[in-house]
């Protein structure tokens, strides 16, 4: 059986209104996590935005922040985003020739410590960090642009993840970023994901954010009450 205590949902807030963000927060109050997406035309080919963002939006939110770094040079920007409010760094492996280095360091800065794999990156790459790990985000897309559609072939990598952190009995949250909407989110609920970053789904959406993130949410219960 697979333990997990609930879902956790996080709001991207790449594909807001970008003219009225403070307002955009304000309106996913009930979330777990405000997801931010940090891109640097380099890494990935797209600029989004940068710490003055987050720490202009953190006045106006309860959520605690997560910075999701698609950036060269992540080292650069930990203590950067600590300052600005974050509660957690989520660093590319891809990203890093040193990533056992950078994890101490985001955890030297008080923050929860998190990796992310591109879609084509295998597991075995964070093997080694894994049990310092508050939660594994699985590009369920290829980063750089909201609004792209889910590859299929992530949900065998969910699946192998949910294994060995229960194998191990680690406290480490599987999120999946980029595509969800509620048909892809079953799949990957049922796959082992514990950890929905949603953009487009959430902030265009016919339905009240608030009812789309409760929805969310939801799907855990689901899974939990068939177990
Ligand atoms: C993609 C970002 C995602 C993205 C998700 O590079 O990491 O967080 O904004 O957006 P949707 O939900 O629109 O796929
Ligand atoms: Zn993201």
């Known amino acids: 059986m697979i333990t997990i205590s609930g879902i956790q949902v996080a709001p991207s807030i790449l594909n807001a209104d970008f003219a009225n963000l403070r307002s955009e927060v304000e309106k996913v109050a009930s979330a777990d996590w405000l997801h931010l997406d940090i891109m640097d ?13 987050a720490k202009a939006l953190k006045a106006h939110s309860r959520l605690p922040f997560e910075a999701h770094l698609m950036v060269d040079n ?47 990156t295998p597991l075995n790459t964070i093997d080694l960090v894994l049990p310092e790990l ?12 909201g609004g792209q559609t889910l590859i299929p072939g992530v949900l065998a990598k969910i699946r192998e993840l949910r294994q060995k952190i229960v194998a191990d009995g680690l406290d480490c949250r599987i999120a999946v970023d980029g595509g969800i909407n509620r048909e892809t989110a079953t799949e990957v609920v049922a796959a082992g994901a514990d950890f929905l ?23 855990g219960n689901a899974k939990m009450s068939t177990e």
Not at 134 to 145: A, I, S, W
């Open 41 to 53: 035309g380099h890494f990935v080919p797209n600029l989004s935005f940068g710490p003055a963002v």
């Open 197 to 219: 970053v949603a953009g487009t789904y959430i902030f265009k959406n016919r339905d009240d954010p608030a009812q789309v993130i409760a929805d969310l949410k939801q799907l």
């Open 74 to 120: 992540p080292e650069f920007h930990i203590e950067t985003f600590r300052a600005a409010g974050t509660s957690r760094v989520i660093v590319h492996v891809e990203s890093t020739v040193h990533l056992h280095r950078l994890v101490q360091m985001i955890k030297a800065s008080g923050q929860e410590a998190g990796v992310a794999l591109n879609p084509a």
């Open 134 to 145: 508050k939660v594994v985000l699985l590009m369920t897309v290829n980063p750089g642009f």
